[in-house]
């Protein structure tokens, strides 16, 4: 299958190696032709230390490899994907499959990544989301995965399953294509709050506590959305939770770690060296939870921390010091109670 890959970055470099290895005819896309250039010469990306390109990866700038297409993956940074599929729009033929490997909620619409790509592409193309617990870094060493192909369409969902998936990349199939991606974005905002809580020293057992009611806060937000609540506790929902919370590959986990030392938020952001999709998304799904009348707690406090100066002490103290209630109030389906 001929395959073009928006966004040169780790995670889309390592699925388009993935790509590669599963013998499929795959182009890298990068927005900076010096960058495609350097990556084409030398088979490396600055993205990605240690990891060397097959040769058989074709490697450019220019989006009009699109044309020619039968799957185009979408793998930029949230903030900047709207800006990348409008790039791709003129260039992608009418049928041609589209996948999101992109985690996060649009500032300013509350979009989810595939309602972006749907707005800008068109043109009836099938739009699919590929999410999990996959650390860019890990794939790229083809060490055992497991990831969620979701779409509404159970044949294209599958046809991006048999397209990704291979003996250590294992690809399960889902309908909530809702689900998937909220969990999917809130999960940056809880593993910068994680790194905060290993940044003031809280322990284990707090990082437990926070992890778990914060499972419980998205499967509220995803309900309310229109998602299923059973997928929280899937691949897309714990498992990436896990990964992205304890893991040191953790863009958002070593900025919330910073933020814990005592750096300021701007400088942390700073520090990590690329995109830390947990700030964004931070925003954007408080805009969401306020338009779906759901409680979100947890990622309230961390809005606070990133936005809004809060001192991280007071706000996890805050969190301990909520009303008392029922761990399994069934009350909490209906009124948005986590």
Known sequence: MKIFVFGSGAWGTALAMLLVDNGHDVTLWSHDPEKAAAMAKRRKNPAMAGAILPKALNITSDPAGAERAELVLFASPSNILRRTAKTAAPHIKPGTVLVSATKGIEEGTELRMSQVIRQEVGKDCPVAVLSGPSHAEEV????????????EDQAVAELVQRTFMNDM???????????????????????????????????????????????????????????DRTTC???????????????????????????????????ALREVGAVVEGYYAAASVMTL??????????????????????????????????????????GWDTAGRT
């Open 140 to 151: 790229s060493r083809r060490m055992a995965t497991g990831c969620v192909a979701a779409c």
């Open 169 to 227: 990349f294992r690809v399960y199939v889902n309908l909530d294509v809702v689900g998937v991606e909220l969990c999917g974005a809130v999960k940056n905002i809880i593993a910068l709050g994680v790194g905060v809580m290993d940044g003031l020293g809280l322990g284990d057992n707090a990082k437990a506590l926070f992890m778990t009611r914060a499972m419980a806060e998205i499967a509220v937000l995803c309900q309310a959305a229109g998602g």
């Open 289 to 330: 939870a306020r338009r779906l009348h759901t409680e979100m707690p947890i990622c309230r406090s961390i809005y606070g921390i990133l936005y809004e100066d809060m001192e991280p002490e007071d706000v996890f103290r805050g969190l301990m010091n909520r009303d008392r209630r029922s761990e399994f109030d069934r």
């Open 233 to 267: 506790s899937g691949l897309a929902g714990m498992g990436d939770l896990i990964v992205t919370c304890l893991s040191g590959h953790s863009r958002n986990r070593q900025a919330g770690l910073l933020i814990g030392r005592g750096a300021p938020v701007a400088i």
